[in-house]
């Protein structure tokens, strides 16, 4: 979609560990994780067939943040999605307990204006449908959209509500979809695993989708997922404060690359146009942005920084980031 605080917090419902809550804030300082080339990564898989690079890495782009605002009275919330045809937000809510992992059909996704506001507390399920548990990460194309729960992947048609869930078989932490060139694919951080489905939109196929373990126990952990402009798949980990995780991509022929390692614990993530990534990390409670120079923090003090959406605006960005722990959505500005 997010733990010492992270996703994999507990089902027994202890109370995650937060520091102070503080006012978030640019920072210039650029923090250094272990930086894996694109030449390099290259150079390391150059053995196997097929292999693909990620976009070329341009010099980033100068970004500063114009302005923060917090939009409260979510429950537990862990995505946020960007529909741009209805110009809203989609939230999906754990609506009871910070219990990630407990099935007790009180999940649900509410429909949120980009101020914050809440249109619909629950706009799925529709009345009368089948319940959500603990829906986690969302993603939005056309009139559709998917969303995971623990161990299935539904997708839903956004003018009708109606919806068709996919058991993943083997998944544990179903965590975050992302949809790439008619295929859906689903990470499970917590059996280190991904999962690819296709067709990607099976909400009105006869046959059942094909579903496919794509990788497992590779020590990645994948969480957040997103399509990078070379047809690559962009994934970040998250495991542990001790086991720190980085930022990988898949390619032609399922061949993983590692881009950085030993970050945090990564959740939510998205590609800029200068190909640097925006990406949260619950070990430094941040907002930050990847380039192979390094991480630079653009906002902080999260208790639970999870799966984020952009909204292009002129002259800039809008990066709606959810905080899981505190209940609330943090709208950060950003401009070059």
């Given at each position: 979609?997010?733990?010492?605080?992270?996703?994999?917090?507990?089902e027994?419902?202890?109370?995650?560990?937060?520091?102070?809550?503080?006012?978030?804030?640019?920072?210039?300082?650029?923090?250094?994780?272990?930086?894996?080339?694109?030449?390099?990564?290259?150079?390391?898989?150059?053995?196997?067939?097929?292999?693909?690079?990620?976009?070329?890495?341009?010099?980033?782009?100068?970004?500063r943040?114009?302005?923060?605002?917090?939009?409260?009275?979510?429950?537990?919330?862990?995505?946020?999605a960007?529909?741009?045809?209805?110009?809203?937000?989609?939230?999906?809510?754990?609506?009871?307990?910070?219990?990630?992992?407990?099935?007790?059909?009180?999940?649900?996704?509410?429909?949120?204006?980009?101020t914050?506001?809440?249109?619909?507390?629950?706009?799925?399920?529709?009345?009368?449908?089948?319940?959500?548990?603990?829906?986690?990460?969302?993603?939005?194309?056309?009139?559709?959209?998917?969303?995971?729960?623990?161990?299935?992947?539904?997708?839903?048609?956004?003018?009708?509500?109606?919806?068709?869930?996919?058991?993943?078989?083997?998944?544990?932490?179903?965590?975050?979809?992302?949809?790439?060139?008619?295929?859906?694919?689903?990470?499970?951080?917590?059996?280190?695993?991904?999962?690819?489905?296709?067709?990607?939109?099976?909400?009105?196929?006869?046959?059942?989708?094909?579903?496919?373990?794509?990788?497992?126990?590779?020590?990645?952990?994948?969480?957040?997922?997103?399509?990078?402009?070379?047809?690559?798949?962009l994934?970040?980990?998250?495991?542990?404060?001790?086991?720190?995780?980085?930022?990988?991509?898949?390619?032609?022929?399922?061949?993983?690359?590692?881009?950085?390692?030993?970050?945090?614990?990564?959740?939510?993530?998205?590609?800029?146009?200068?190909?640097?990534?925006?990406?949260?990390?619950?070990?430094?409670?941040?907002?930050?942005?990847?380039?192979?120079?390094?991480?630079?923090?653009?906002?902080?003090?999260?208790?639970g920084?999870?799966?984020?959406?952009?909204?292009?605006?002129?002259?800039?960005?809008?990066?709606?980031?959810?905080?899981?722990?505190?209940?609330?959505?943090?709208?950060?500005?950003?401009?070059?």
């Amino acid at each position: 979609m997010g733990q010492g605080v992270m996703k994999r917090a507990a089902e027994d419902g202890r109370v995650l560990s937060a520091g102070a809550r503080r006012h978030a804030r640019k920072v210039g300082a650029m923090r250094t994780g272990t930086v894996v080339t694109l030449a390099a990564a290259v150079a390391l898989l150059s053995g196997c067939a097929g292999s693909t690079s990620t976009s070329s890495m341009q010099d980033p782009k100068p970004l500063r943040v114009v302005s923060e605002q917090t939009a409260t009275g979510f429950a537990f919330p862990e995505s946020v999605a960007y529909d741009p045809r209805a110009k809203v937000l989609y939230v999906s809510e754990f609506g009871s307990e910070l219990k990630p992992a407990e099935k007790d059909g009180k999940g649900r996704i509410s429909r949120v204006s980009l101020t914050g506001q809440i249109l619909d507390r629950q706009f799925l399920p529709a009345p009368g449908g089948e319940v959500l548990n603990k829906p986690k990460g969302i993603w939005i194309e056309g009139n559709r959209l998917w969303v995971t729960d623990i161990d299935v992947v539904w997708v839903f048609d956004l003018t009708n509500r109606r919806g068709k869930k996919l058991a993943l078989p083997g998944a544990q932490f179903a965590n975050d979809p992302a949809v790439s060139r008619g295929k859906l694919y689903v990470s499970d951080n917590r059996t280190d695993q991904l999962f690819r489905v296709e067709p990607a939109d099976f909400l009105d196929t006869a046959a059942p989708p094909k579903v496919t373990s794509v990788f497992q126990g590779k020590g990645i952990n994948p969480n957040g997922l997103y399509p990078a402009r070379d047809g690559s798949l962009l994934m970040v980990g998250i495991l542990t404060p001790e086991q720190p995780r980085g930022i990988y991509s898949l390619g032609a022929g399922d061949e993983i690359k590692t881009l950085a390692t030993g970050i945090g614990r990564l959740d939510g993530l998205y590609q800029m146009d200068d190909g640097t990534l925006l990406i949260t990390d619950w070990s430094s409670g941040s907002l930050i942005r990847w380039s192979a120079k390094g991480t630079e923090t653009l906002a902080k003090g999260f208790k639970g920084p999870a799966d984020f959406c952009v909204v292009p605006e002129s002259g800039g960005l809008l990066v709606v980031v959810p905080d899981l722990v505190q209940g609330e959505l943090r709208m950060v500005r950003l401009a070059r």
